[in-house]
Each structure stands twice: as C-alpha cells, then as structure tokens.
C-alpha cells in the first residue's frame, strides 16, 4: 500500500487541524440528542407530540395544505413532519415493507413509533443545527475558539437536548432564529441586498414556525439601522428588513389569513392565564423561576453567571453584538417572562444566547487576561470550558437516564403484572403501549367524555374532533371531562398521570382536585409511583382500583 506523499499528509493534518475540533462538538451533539430518542415507545409521552402528527397526518389525508390549528402557528414543523410521513411510506412502499398506502396507515396505527421515531430524528438535526449555527456565529464575531466555546456549551445543554428530541416548533423556530442573527451580521459587515432579504425570510420562518419568534426580526433591523446612521446606507434597506418578514409569513402560511377566525381561535385558547403546573408570577418572578430553574440546572450556577456577564459586558465592546444579535434575544427572553405560563421549553431559543455568552469568555475575554500569550489563553479556555462542561454532561446525561426510565412506562409494567385482562382501564396519557394488550383502553376527552383509546388510534377520531372536545381546555385529563359524561369514564383501575400537579396546586384548582379526590375515594390505590432525580422521570402516577367484578383478585392496600 502507497504511503501518502508529505504535501499529502501535511494537507489531511491541516483539514483535520481545521475542522476536527467543530466536527467532534458535532459529533458529541448528535450522540447526546441521539440517546434515548426513542423514549416512551410506543406510548407517548409528551401530550403536543399527538397533536402535531395528528396534524401532518391530516393534512396529508385531506390532501391540503391547510393545517387547521395555528397555536403556535406550528406552519413549517406541520409541512416538515408531513414531508417526514411521505419519506417514511414512500421508503416503506420501495422496500416491500408496506404493500400500499393503506398498508401503511393501518401499521401506523398499530405502532405510532414508525412515523414518530423519524419525526423525533427531524428534530434531533434541527438542534444539531443549532450547535453549528452557533458555531458560525461564534466564530464570526470573536474568533474559532470562542465559536467552538459557544457551540460545546450548546452541546451539552441538558435543556436543550431534552427539547431537541420532542417533535414540537421550539428548536425547529430556534434554528430560524439563529440563522436570521447569522445574516443579521452579515448585514452589518457587507451590507448586501441578498443579506436583507435572507434575514427578513428567515425572520418570517421563524414567526410561521413560533409567533414569539417573530422579534429575531429586531437583529437584522438593529443591524439595518446601524448601516443607515453610522454608515449612511440608503434608508430604503430598512423597509426591506422590516417588510420582507412579513410578506415570508403569508406567502409559506397563506391560511392565517384564509382561515383568520381559526387563526382567532387558536390564538384565543393558547392564551390561558393558568395552566396546572405552569402558572408564572409577574415578570421578575417569571425570570428568576428561568434563572433559577432551567437555566441553573443546566449551566450550572457559575455557567450562568459567566454565560450573563459576557453577554452584557460583551454590549460595551463589541457593536455586531450591540446591534445584530442582543435585539432579537432580548426582545424574546422579556416577551416569554411576561406570559402568565412558564415553560422550560419557551428557553430554547434564549440558551445559543447564553451560550455564545460563555464562547465570549473563552475567546476575547481570555486573550485580554493573557495578552500575548497565546498558548497560555488556549490553556486557560480550555481548563475553564471543562470545568464548566462536565457537570453540564453529566446533568444531560442524568436527564436522558430519566427519560429512559419514565414513570408512565414503569405504570403500564405495573398494569401488565397486575390487572385481569378483560378489565377497563382509564388512563390520562397516551399509554399505546396498553392498548394493544386484553384490556380495554378509555381515554378523557372534554365534551366526549371518556373515549375508546383504540378507536382514537386507528384514526376514527380526528384532530378536529380532538380540539373541538376540549373546547378550549388547556389539558386533556379527568378533571376537565363534561360531568354530564362522567359516567363514561367508569373503569376498573385508573392511571391517574395529572393528580398530583393538581394536589400541588390545589388553591388555584380546588374543583379539578376534589374530582380526582372524590374518584380515589371511591376506590384503593393500589400503587404510586414518584420520579427520582437521575434515575428516573416523569408525572408522580396513582393507580386506584375500583370495587368492580373484575377487580376481585386485584391487591390493592386496604
């Protein structure tokens, strides 16, 4: 075999010098969201995962490009998951797995995960993405190291790889985002039309996929403005970045205003002021509960404050970061801290923020500690980075441990050990795994009352009928059935997955409480099963058994 020449093995040395160290970031990003994917299958753990499927699925049946649902909107994730469930059949039909389309809808039905898995791993390269894109961002406006500081931060974020493997529009409406900033600083430095254009499409992306996204239009208008006054650029550039957003948002979602009173609706019960388990204060105590929370549990308490001293300190020094990227990320993390909720998920789009905040101080704040000594920066920046990530791997890694061994799926084990078959079993999640054994799987479902499981999955009830029984509601579970179709909820054991974010919170709901309170007293809770921190996650779950015929032989403690 013929060794390769010097010139040869200098070249490979070089690309490898060059791009190995963004590749192997990569690497790890993908391999952390990659772990445990497949969480909960072929139950569903999440209860937006249904919907949105459910979504894609019905467009794809009606043969339209009308989702019918603009919560979030969701446009882009429902077209992108759609273009999934065509990839999936048509690979299916190729390969001699399904022998038609109906084929594939029944074995779809029968496993969800067939169409799930895939939709999951679309998610998984849009936050993959993000990393490089943070990457890129990084390294444009300080340098390699402090890109590649910015991108292993984003790698390991615990809250971040949980969200990139749940099929939602947060990471997907991250990814716009930080593509818009990438142009955004583009604007700044070359001042192209193209560079225009390119964030006001992508800023229109970004609110089609999340309304709150629409602000990251904010960075490249911050960056147009700057041109305008300091530069003296033709004002005219300005309407562009300010108007090409929104002719993007209605030319790849025309329905917003074809469908305006579904938009109204939508918009009109994603809006709720409480949400059990969910109901934020005021604004500071909406972002202290972030800070506190979400963000330090998953940087860490000295990440955090480093992450938040360069990026504001870095406002004093660097005028690409004053004025093409703060804008958008600012204006979002205030709008998300000024909602009734909070949710751990609406983070995502803040953390490439923070965490280019952390690549700041690997980079140029380290070069100004150690001027002139190069290798004595790296050292530095290198030694602080690993101080600072392990503990972020390892609380990523607890994380994925816990999705591994989730609560609900420790539930239906219970149920298969201990529950007669023939028995009808009332379940608040959507246990797919139970539904397939001999038992009979009831659902709530609002207005509908308790719905067969089996039939909702083979399709004959639709996303419409879904929305339009929980009319409104902001959780499908026990305590929002109609009473007048309580009687179709009776069962002989209930896996109740929601009791005890109402017990905890039993002030501000005493009424759904006192449901559920009233349903145990009726019955024995035969057994309760609780999450622990690093080995395990999910709800807290009580099953209660029910004085019924079938339950004889069932042990409950008395």
Request: some cysteine; aromatic content about 8%.
């Amino acid at each position: 075999m013929t060794k390769p020449s010097a010139p040869n093995r200098n070249r490979l040395l070089g690309l490898l010098l060059r791009y190995g160290p963004v590749a192997a970031v990569l690497a790890l990003a993908t391999w952390l969201r990659l772990d445990g994917v497949g969480f909960g299958l072929p139950a569903l753990n999440d209860p937006d995962e249904p919907l949105f499927m459910m979504l894609a699925y019905s467009m794809l049946d009606r043969g339209s490009f009308d989702p019918q649902w603009f919560g979030h909107p969701g446009t882009i994730t429902l077209y992108s998951l759609a273009l999934v469930m065509v990839g999936v059949a048509g690979f299916g039909l190729m390969s001699g797995r399904f022998a038609s389309i109906a084929d594939f809808g029944a074995a779809v039905h029968l496993d969800p995960g067939i169409v799930f898995l895939p939709a999951r791993l679309f998610i998984v390269a849009n936050g993959v993405a993000c990393v490089w894109l943070v990457y890129l961002i990084g390294k444009r406006l300080w340098g390699e190291r402090a890109g590649l500081a910015a991108a292993l931060v984003l790698a390991v974020n615990a809250v971040h790889i949980s969200w990139s493997q749940v099929i939602r529009t947060d990471v997907q409406a991250s990814l716009f985002m930080l593509a818009c900033v990438l142009q955004s600083i583009a604007i700044m430095r070359d001042g192209r039309l193209r560079h225009y254009v390119l964030a006001g499409i992508l800023a229109g992306l970004a609110c089609a996929t999340k309304w709150p996204a629409a602000v990251i239009a904010l960075s490249p208008l911050g960056a147009a403005l700057w041109r305008v006054v300091k530069l003296g650029d033709d004002r005219r550039l300005v309407l562009v970045v300010a108007g090409v957003p929104v002719l993007t948002l209605f030319a790849v979602s025309p329905y917003l205003l074809l469908s305006y009173d579904i938009v109204l609706r939508d918009l009109s019960g994603e809006a709720r002021p409480i949400h059990p388990g969910a109901t934020g204060g005021g604004v500071l105590d909406n972002l202290g509960w972030y800070l506190s929370t979400p963000l330090g549990t998953s940087f860490g308490a000295i990440g955090l404050f480093l992450a938040a001293l360069g990026a504001f300190v870095v406002l004093l020094r660097d005028r690409g970061w004053l004025w093409a990227v703060m804008p958008g990320f600012a204006a979002f993390l205030l709008v998300i801290s000024t909602q009734h909720l909070i949710w751990e998920r609406w983070l995502v789009p803040v953390l490439p923020f923070l965490a280019l905040g952390l690549g700041w101080v690997a980079g140029p704040a380290v070069d100004m500690l150690v001027r002139e000594r190069r290798k004595l920066a790296e050292f530095l920046a290198f030694g602080a980075l690993a101080a600072l990530c392990l503990p972020m791997l390892q609380a990523s890694l607890a994380r994925a441990e816990e999705r591994r061994h989730d609560t609900r799926q420790m539930a239906s084990n219970w149920v298969k050990t201990h529950v007669p078959p023939g028995s009808t079993i009332l379940v608040e999640h959507a246990a797919i795994d139970l539904i397939q054994g001999p038992w009979k799987v009831i659902f709530p479902l609002g207005k509908s009352g308790c719905v067969d499981a089996g039939a909702m999955l083979k399709g004959q009830i639709s996303a419409d009928q879904v929305e339009d029984s929980r009319q409104g509601s902001p959780v499908v579970d026990f305590a929002h059935v109609d009473p007048a179709r309580l009687g179709t909820c009776k069962a002989d054991v209930a896996i109740f997955s929601h009791l005890g974010v109402y017990r905890a919170d039993r002030a501000r709901f005493p009424a759904e409480y006192a449901r559920y309170a009233g349903a145990v007293g009726q019955g024995r809770i035969c057994h309760e099963i609780s999450s622990m921190v690093g080995k395990s996650g999910g709800p807290e779950i009580v099953i209660v058994g029910f004085p019924t015929a079938r339950n004889a032989g069932l042990s409950c403690p008395a």
